[in-house]
């Protein structure tokens, strides 16, 4: 039925709705059931049909339309989208003797019981978040940091299997997987090739690529596929993650449909050999399994680490490995100077990806393995990621390389190299005099997980060192689009936008910029730390260099080490150089934390606490609890703690060390007392 008949309004109104909905029927039908009830001839006059009354009748419209699939312009940038909950890695095991430990962790603090559980296939891929308001695709934001996503929402709606629009009133967030089949990559790749492009290495590179598109028009043309697998928030959330992947079936949201739900470790064990029996005859790749607590008010209860659910594990199948030839061994600087030496592969296939080089770790570990070029060896990726060799397979007797040993100059810049005794690591002597640890160091600072510099990848970072335009991270910020679209293959487009994203970096919170300036040892976590204790760049800037170790160890989370690797980079006068730069740059004028924000009352206000043994709760919801009051939690016993608080079965060492510190030592009870009757004055002054 056509419009510019004698139709009602009403008639013409229903039979748009009944168009969309028909639509979107097959669609689900097609991509997510792989079971269509039309021909492509019949679909596309559902369609035709559906851009005919919206020509004719613009007023009818809906943002949800299958229409709207791609009608957004090119975009400029990405808009950063902090989400509400944080999107968590998940920690990984590789074994079953892992697995069990990991249920007998979850055992301990659920009284003893075992949960049941969900099993579910690890798809690889790129994950994302979707926002629904009132049935609307409204959002989809990347995993970014876990905090700060990146809006995707025009390259998502193109995805056919994906309804824009589903019949719930209320406002809901998924979470969940873009992946392309292999068979799919197969034939990008073949396009890509006929129009000279590079090839992608794997389905997930062209997932996350092809997400990263800034014109939905070309986000279209790739076989994007989603899966969601996590219900993150709604109004009446279900008890468990099993109802809740069952409630978005019911919305017509494509799941992958192969959860097990388990009653028992046996059962647990079970499913996992089963998925990695049928990894090879899905369509699509899965590199593992996700073990899963099924009742969210158990998953609750056992709460986060700073980077992991306690409630979930990730079991990594058993890497691929694959038989060539090393060709050679080379070496490489890293940004603190450790030389690593690299093995020349002849190329070979390996986990959907072409492998010519793989890590040998050092010096030690090729003489252990006695691995010299000419050998034929097996090469596999750790955690499906890095190449590295892991064993020789043949020592050919003829043509045999000579036994390796690391150069005593450096291979970048030709000065000394030393090897500290009892390290196993060489290191080149010239610091940031360097050039490859400079390239390295810089390329560090651009990564994701630090300053997130957009288009600044090695190939460009080589130019800007060797050409002298940058001498250390600080002077990214002074680059001018004339400078840098004097480099090879930079016009003018490329070079306005490389320094559009180092200018937009210029926002990056605290933790973010000291995890890129690559203090030894500090990383995201403890970067994070150092924020919540600093504030800000120029508070740390003034730390005094000759401070002890023991005074920055009271930093929570921040052990001896770490401690001690800070104090040693603040007396670094050209780390600190660096720092000053980017003070004058006025960058990192933002912080993670906000020390205001920070519980300053309550009843346990100026005391810190450390709890330690078996006790009725978890031992996150006495921290909760302690932190809530206004006290301070300490991972350990340490100068400054106040108060152990003692469970069961608590080791005599940490008893003895409480003592020696002047630590109060109390039980749950006093620690109740004390947070409803607020006494915490007779502790430890």
Known sequence: MLPGMDDTIETLKARYAELIAEIRRHDYLYYVEDAPEISDRAYDRLFQELKQI?????????????????????????VRVRRA?????????????EINEFMARIRTNTSGKDPAYVVEPKLDGASIE??????????????????????????????????????????????????????????????????????????????????RLLDPSATARRP?????????????LPLTHWACLKRLRDLGLPTHRLE?????????????????????????????????????????????????????????FESERAQTLVLGITVQVGRTGTLTPVAELKPVELAGTTVSRASLHNEDEIKSRDIRVGDTVFVEKAGDIIPQVVGVIAAETENRGDPFSMPRVCPVCGAPTSRREGQARWQCTNQLACPGQLKASITHFARRAAMDIEHLGPAIVNQLVDKGLVKDPADLFTLTVDAVAGLDRMAEKSATNLIDAIQASRSRTLDRVLNGLGIPLVGEVAA????????????????????????????????????????DTLADTRFMAVVHKLLDLNIATVTSYDPREMQQTG????????????????????????????????????????YLVVGDAVGKAKIERAKKMGTKIIDERELADLINEGGTRDSQG
Not at 56 to 67: E, G, I
Not at 608 to 625: E, I, N, Y
């Open 54 to 78: 919206e020509a004719h009748h613009p007023a009818l419209k809906r943002s949800d339309s299958p229409t709207e699939r791609i009608g957004a312009p090119p975009k400029d940038g990405f």
């Open 85 to 97: 909950q944080r999107m968590y890695s998940l920690d990984n095991t590789y074994n079953e003797d």
């Open 130 to 211: 979707l926002t629904y308001q009132q049935g609307q695709l409204v959002l989809a934001a990347t995993r970014g940091d876990g905090a700060v996503g990146e809006d995707v929402t025009a390259g998502i709606r193109t995805i056919r299997s994906l309804p824009l629009g589903i019949d719930e009133v209320d406002d809901i967030i998924v979470r969940g997987e873009v992946f392309i089949n292999r068979a799919d990559l197969q034939a990008v790749n073949q396009e890509r090739a006929a129009d000279g492009a590079a090839l992608f290495a794997n389905p997930r590179n062209a997932a996350s690529g092809s997400l």
């Open 224 to 236: 994007l596929r989603i899966f969601l697998y996590e219900l993150v928030q709604a109004p009446s």
């Open 260 to 316: 097990r739900r388990c009653e028992t470790p046996g059962e647990v064990m079970t499913a996992i050999r089963s998925f990695s029996a049928m990894r090879q005859d899905l369509p699509y790749d899965v590199d593992g399994v996700v073990i899963k607590v099924d009742a969210l008010d158990v998953r609750h209860q056992l709460g986060h680490t700073a980077r992991f659910p306690r409630w979930a594990v990730a079991y990594k």
């Open 528 to 567: 994070k730390k150092l924020a919540k204790r600093y504030g800000s760049l120029a508070e740390f800037a003034t730390q005094e260099p000759d401070v002890e170790c023991d005074e920055l160890a009271d930093i929570e989370g921040i052990g001896p080490k770490i401690a001690c690797s800070v104090r």
């Open 603 to 642: 009843p346990l206000a100026g005391a810190s606490f450390c709890v330690t043994g078996k006790l009725s709760q978890p031992r996150q919801a006495f921290h909760d609890a302690i932190r809530a009051a206004g006290g301070d939690v300490h991972t350990t016993v340490k100068k400054g703690t106040h």
